[in-house]
């Protein structure tokens, strides 16, 4: 498997409760390094821009919603397959069918309050790191 980056967003539920630290660890702990950081507030729009691809989706507007509801802590995970890595310890999306142990069974609230995102594919990671992040800010 080859040296790979993905996007990472702690979700406003999870820095709500302060637990980035507990969910970091998990990743740290799989061998993945953080090369970017950083705690910010996405506005509504920029919410919508991210998550363009999920527009005609009926939860589009509760999403957009709840991304721009508080601080939010994106991030560039990078190691040896990193993208499939960061999915499987992030768990389904429904935080009643995920796998014991990963983090949305572990911290998730709902299925619309998940805790976290990651990447689907290495497209997609270039594409959402560019959209928080330039070169010069990640650091591996």
Known sequence: MACER???ILKPDATARNITGKINAKFEEAGLRIVAQRRTRVTREEAEQF???HKERPFFADLCSFMSSGPVVAQVLEGE???KKHRDIMGATNPK???PGT???EFSLSIDENTVHGSDSAE???EEIRFFFRETEIVG
């Open 81 to 83: 397959g990193a993208i």
């Open 51 to 53: 998550y363009a691809i």
């Open 97 to 99: 069918e995920a796998a």
């Open 124 to 126: 997609t990671a270039a």
């Open 6 to 8: 993905t996007l990472s």
């Open 103 to 105: 983090i949305r069974a």
